[in-house]
């Protein structure tokens, strides 16, 4: 396998970033939002025993999609990932604003977001010394609000500064196109920083091919979701983009999103990813892509020459 260049910033360090592994590219061991209410991924132990499930189930790394202000409890991650041997990868950013109270967000804008992304990617999350390894925003639904515009702004101006990724929530995978004019075109971020997440939910595969041929990163996220009516498109989504030459683009994830998803709690959860979709999609693109997909390219997805 060739090598990624740059460094993976994971909660332990900087790592080499095929030192990733087997590698779940979007994923929430913590999350909390007023959307989902009695839901919250909150529990140490369940935490643990979900990224122990993941780990016997081949699992070595993980990222974590979830931005500030939504639980991300990054002083405990260095800890499981010790314990448990998976790398973990934690997020800074800002999700769309129905996912925060109105004060804390009032908070953040006069208190300067570009730099809180920067300080959570350099020094660390609060005082958990853990520093961030990507950043989290999120798109409208067919369209961008001024909070999207406000979050990628500064997103664009942290990434500039540091060279972290961003990670892009499509709201149910709409609006990539809008992302990208405005993170690659107007605000320069590089194509290959910038990683649109949930297109799997709006199955376009003519879309799916434009954003590919803009040169972003595709993540095939969310199979740990209940309810969800596109995931039997995923294979023939994945496929038609390999198809197309853009089998270096691809990302997998599970995006485990609510307490009831955990495995440890009789859902999906994240080993899923890896004893439910790595053989169907195996069955649709070969091993050798899936196998690729998993590792080579979340390596070159999070692997940063920081700054
Ligand atoms: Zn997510």
Redo the contacts with the bound molecule.
């Keep these: 396998m060739t090598s990624a260049p740059g460094k993976v910033r994971t909660v332990l360090g900087d790592i080499a970033p095929a030192d990733l592994g087997v590698c779940d590219a979007?994923?929430?061991l913590f999350l909390r939002s007023p959307q989902l209410p009695g839901q919250e991924l909150e529990s140490a132990g369940a935490a643990a025993e979900e990224l122990a499930e993941f780990r016997a189930a081949g699992g070595r790394g993980l990222v974590q999609?979830?931005p500030h202000g939504m639980g991300r409890r990054a002083e405990l991650l260095p800890e499981l990932s010790r314990a448990t041997g998976v790398r973990i990868v934690a997020a800074t950013g800002l999700h769309q604003a129905v996912h925060y109270v109105p004060e804390s967000l009032e908070r953040l804008r006069t208190g300067g977001l570009a730099e809180l992304f920067f300080r959570e990617l350099t020094e660390g999350i609060a005082d958990s010394g853990v520093r961030a390894g990507l950043i989290k925003v999120a798109g409208g639904f067919h369209g961008l609000d001024d909070h999207a515009r406000w979050t990628m702004t500064a997103a664009a101006e942290a990434h500039h500064a540091t060279g972290a990724p961003i990670a892009v929530?499509l709201e149910l995978g709409t609006a990539a196109l809008d992302v990208l004019d405005l993170l690659c075109g107007e605000l320069a971020v590089p194509p290959h920083r910038v990683i649109l997440?949930h297109l799997n939910r709006f199955p376009d595969l003519g879309l799916h091919q434009q954003a590919a041929e803009a040169g972003v990163f595709l993540a095939f996220?969310g199979p740990s979701r209940t309810h969800h009516a596109t995931d039997w498109r995923m294979p023939d989504a994945v496929r038609s983009l390999a198809d197309a030459g853009f089998g270096d683009r691809l990302l997998l994830?599970g995006?485990t999103?609510t307490a009831g998803a955990r495995s440890v709690r009789g859902g999906p959860g994240m080993p899923y990813l890896l004893r439910g979709m790595r053989p169907r999609l195996e069955s649709a693109v070969g091993e050798e892509l899936t196998q690729r997909i998993l590792t080579l390219n979340a390596a070159r997805a999070f692997g940063v020459e920081w700054a």
């Design positions: 979007h994923d929430h999609w979830t929530h997440g996220d994830g995006d999103t």
